[in-house]
Structure formats: C-alpha cells, structure tokens
C-alpha cells in the first residue's frame, strides 16, 4: 500500500482563567473542543523545533507543564521551578528550554520588595530543571526571552530599562546589561541573527555581534507587548494592547507601515506567531484568536473563539504523518 505524507501544523494557545491550553488547526482555523489541563495560571508557552513537545509556563503552581503534540496529552509529572515562571525559550538543537522566573515576593510586594528574578533551565529529554539558576541583576522580573538562530546567545528583557544577555554554553550573564531606556516587555531575533528587534515604549533594535541598541527608536501603537518576525526575515509584526491593533515594520529599513492592522482587542503579552510558512499571523487576545494574512496584511474578520484569558502563541512546525491512500 502506497502512502504520502501530509503537514500539519497546530497552534498551543494557553488559557490563564481555564488553567488549560487550547488547540487549533491552522488549515482549517479550527479549535479543538477539548482543552488540555494544565498548572495554575500558565502565561507562556514555547514548542522543540522538532514539534513533538510543548512546554508551559505556570504562573500561580511555580512549575512548567509538558504537552505531547501528538497525542495532545500532558504528561503527569509537572516540573518544579520553584518561583513564578513568566516565559520560555527553547534551544535552536531542542535539547534545552530556558525559563525566565520572577523572585516569589513579587508576590507580596507591597510587604517584601522584589528581587531581579534568574532564569532557570530544563533538559528536553528529561524534563528535569537544572540545578542551577543564572541570577539577573536588575528589575523585578523578566517577561520576554528570544536567542540567537546559533544558539549562541540569550536575550532576555527586565521589567526596567535593561535586556539581559546569556551566554547558552556557559550559562553565565554577561555583567554589562543593555540599557535600552523604558520598560522592555517581549523580543524577536531576524532569522540572520544580526538584530533583535524589542518592545518597549515604541520598538528599538539591537545589533546581536556588538549589543549596542540603535539610538533610533521605531514608533508603533500604544503599549506593544509582542513580536514576531516573518521567516524569511523581511518583516516585523508588533502588537499594541492599549492600541488594539498591530504594527507592521519592514526589517530591511527599519520604518514602519503607515497604517496599522485594527480590530484587535488587548493583544496579550508574547500572544503573536507566525506560521512556518510565512503566511499567517496568530494573534491572541482577550476572549479570541485573530488571524492576519501576511502578503496583504489584512485580519480574518472571524476571530477563532477562545477562552476569556489566552496568553501566549506557539505554532508546530510542518512535521509530516503518514498517511495511507
């Protein structure tokens, strides 16, 4: 009997109010109507680049899920961090995720003043939690994490005015922070590895070999709380929560759309992906799903309904199942 294989790809959206994840096929823009239980308020989520597992971040249980793609189940054991994780990353060799943890009394910080927040790592294969932690310095926690297409190097963004860099082999932050003069929330790295590309008050660069930021900062809407660069490295999209909207920037000349995509109620924090083929563009928001079109920059006007809370996108890759004819 002969066969052929067919891509699918699926979207992970966690939900913090259903303390689930909720699937969706980006073919058809379909949700499946079972959710998969995970920890307490979980509010990032990241996927191995060979699409078997995704990783997610509980906010409220100090710990990181695992979820077996194919057969959409989580597996029983979830792993201890220890502290409040709040993002994830995953090597570009998908042998180790790095989790960004805030310090417990940012709990209670009206009593006990907030340290700077480490991050942590786990070994893919194991699912266990390193036992050591690369301490940060400055800020009381951190929100976003990208690295390099090599491996190489960690960005990682403090809720101040400062990015964080990691060295991936030694694990050892490097003792020189990048000031970048606002309140950094989420990042992207270009698929060259040359230029992160961050929000903060507007959306400034970074040269990746030099760590320098450009003294120019881009302007997009109110708030920009997300990234996502296209995989041909061509083009940046920005989400605005306060703006409702999303911003596109041309990568090459660093300038941004003149008009912006609309329709889009509170984008979430690190809540925009893009499809492995370039095409579309997940954004989660409050209470849906919305999608947009690269090539015409235009949104779905039927957003994929969700729960009331999804906090975060992670797409498969194009993995092939066999399938009988």
Not at 241 to 253: F, N, P, T
Request: overall charge positive; aromatic content about 4%.
């Amino acid at each position: 009997m002969s066969s052929r294989a067919r891509c699918r790809v699926t979207v992970f959206v966690p939900d913090y109010t259903s303390n689930s994840v909720s699937t969706i096929d980006v073919k058809t823009r379909k949700k499946n109507p079972t959710d998969i239980p995970v920890g307490g308020r979980p509010i990032g989520v990241v996927v191995t680049p060979d699409g078997k597992t995704v990783f997610v971040a509980n906010n409220d249980s100090n710990s990181v899920s695992a979820i077996d793609v194919e057969t959409r189940t989580k597996y029983p054991a979830d792993i201890d961090v220890g502290a409040p994780p709040a993002a994830l990353v995953v090597t570009p060799d998908g042998r180790t995720v790095f989790v960004a943890i805030h310090d417990p009394a940012a709990r209670n910080a009206t009593t006990t003043a907030p340290g700077p927040g480490s991050v942590a790592t786990i070994d893919v294969k194991t699912r266990t939690k390193g036992p050591t932690e690369i301490p940060l310095t400055l800020g009381t926690g951190p929100s976003g994490m990208a690295i390099t297409p090599d491996g190489k190097k960690l960005f990682v963004t403090n809720d101040t005015s400062v990015v964080s860099t990691i060295d991936v082999a030694t694990r050892t932050k490097d003792p020189t922070d990048i000031d970048v003069g606002a309140s950094p929330s989420a990042l992207a790295i270009t698929p060259d590895g040359k230029t992160v590309f961050l929000a903060a008050e507007s959306v400034s660069t970074i040269d990746v070999a030099t760590r320098t930021k450009n003294p120019t900062d881009i302007p997009v809407g109110q708030s920009p709380n997300g990234v996502a660069i296209t995989p041909d490295g061509k083009t940046v999209f920005v989400t605005n929560y306060e703006s409702g909207s999303v911003s596109v920037i041309d990568v090459k000349s660093r300038s941004k759309k003149p008009t912006d995509i609309g329709g889009i109620y509170e984008p979430t924090l690190n809540g925009v992906a893009i499809t492995p083929d370039g095409k579309t563009v997940f954004v989660a928001n409050i209470g849906g799903l919305s999608t947009i079109k690269v090539t015409t920059r235009k949104k779905n006007p039927t957003d994929i309904r969700m729960g009331e809370g999804p906090s975060g996108v992670a797409i498969t890759p194009c993995h092939s199942r066999k399938r009988g004819r």
